[in-house]
C-alpha cells in the first residue's frame, strides 16, 4: 500500500516562513509528477504547485513568487518552501503523486495544517 506523508505545517505569523515536505512511507517509488495541494473550510481543493520530473513546475497565481515547489528527479519527494505567507494561505496542505503523463492525481498524503495568523 503507497502512502505519502507529509511533515512540516504549523501555525505562523503572517510574512514569517514554513518548509513542507513530502515523502514515500518506507520504499520510494518513481513519480511522473508531485504536487502540492491545499483546502480551507468551505473551500474546494486547489492545486497549489507542481512539479514533473525534469524540472518542469507550475504554481497557482496567488502563490507565484512567494512558494517554490522542489523534487528529487523521480523519485516519491517533495517539498514546499513557502515564503512571505499571508493568512489567506491557512489550509490543510496534500502531497499528492502522479506516475505518468495519463494519471490522475494517484497517491495521495494525509494532509498537514498551515495556520497564517495577522
Known amino acids: 500500500q503507497v502512502r505519502l506523508v507529509e511533515s512540516g505545517g504549523g501555525l505562523v505569523r503572517a510574512g514569517d516562513s514554513l518548509t513542507l515536505s513530502c515523502a514515500a512511507a518506507?520504499?520510494?517509488?518513481?513519480?511522473?509528477?508531485m504536487g502540492w495541494f491545499r483546502q480551507a473550510p468551505g473551500q474546494e481543493r486547489e492545486l497549489v504547485a507542481s512539479?514533473?520530473?525534469?524540472?518542469?513546475?507550475n504554481y497557482h497565481d496567488s502563490v507565484k513568487g512567494r512558494f517554490t515547489v522542489s523534487k528529487e528527479g523521480s523519485e516519491s519527494k517533495v517539498t514546499l518552501q513557502m515564503n512571505s505567507l499571508k493568512p489567506e494561505d491557512t489550509a490543510v496542505y496534500y502531497c499528492?503523486?502522479?506516475?505518468?503523463?495519463?494519471?490522475?492525481?494517484?497517491?495521495w498524503g494525509q494532509g498537514t495544517q498551515v495556520t497564517v495568523s495577522s
Open positions: 499528492a503523486a502522479r506516475l505518468d503523463p495519463f494519471d490522475i492525481w494517484k497517491y
Open positions: 518506507g520504499r520510494s517509488f518513481n513519480t511522473f509528477a
Open positions: 512539479a514533473i520530473s525534469g524540472g518542469r513546475t
